[in-house]
């Protein structure tokens, strides 16, 4: 959390995490969700984590790739391993509450990986334009609440802004796309999700 607190997180309890978790301030939380580790004890900790209405969305993206969805996305539900889904159901969580807006966004820290926001976002795109879905998909317009204006196709294009910033670069492999912004609405269905989808090969992202 800080070092302050002097608890370590790589050891202890899950009740001492959760004990930990709320007793930490506003800001702390989303150090937490910023760091915690996967690997330890996601749903019981991360999963009350990042219903907190203190985390900011930053904060919410930056957990939502430290969960490492890439490993489970074109995988059906009922295939996905055990003793990961748990956190397989965080990361639903996290991306319903993304797309429903329940993140806000607030000065300070961006997402701590840029270039894999980016990369999700354009391989969310080829999978769009192919009529394909994996098992999470962020809603791009919520992603403009991070405070840049994407650059999307002449088309569909925003209010001119001459202020470029962080966002604009991670939504910018939408305009080589060239996806409506109506097809934007694409999100899968929360009790669909994942039990008709085909099973594709893991793709490695580099």
């Known amino acids: 959390m800080n070092e302050e607190s002097g608890f370590d997180w790589a050891k202890g309890s899950v009740v001492d995490h959760q004990e930990m978790a709320r007793r930490a301030s506003p800001e702390q939380l989303c150090r937490v969700a910023r760091v915690y580790d996967w690997s330890l004890y996601p749903e019981e900790i991360l999963g009350w984590v990042m219903a907190q209405k203190s985390i900011d969305l930053s904060s919410a993206l930056t957990a939502f790739l430290n969960g490492e969805p890439e490993r489970f996305n074109y995988m059906p539900k009922r295939d996905v391993p055990d003793d990961y889904r748990a956190a397989a159901r965080v990361l639903d969580n996290i991306c319903l509450r993304v797309n429903s807006g329940f993140y806000l966004s607030t000065p300070g820290d961006g997402v701590k990986d840029t270039k894999r926001l980016k990369r999700w976002l354009k391989y ?40 470029k910033t962080l966002i604009s670069d991670v939504l910018s492999p939408l305009k080589d796309l060239g996806v409506s912004r109506e097809h934007l609405k694409y999100h899968p269905d929360p009790d669909q999700r994942g039990e008709n989808m085909i099973t594709l090969p893991q793709v490695k992202l580099t």
């Open 124 to 163: 969310q795109g080829f999978d769009r334009s192919e009529g394909r879905r994996g098992r999470w998909i962020l809603d791009e317009r919520i992603l403009e609440a991070l405070g840049e204006q994407p650059d999307l196709p002449a088309s569909v294009a925003l209010p001119d802004n001459s202020q």
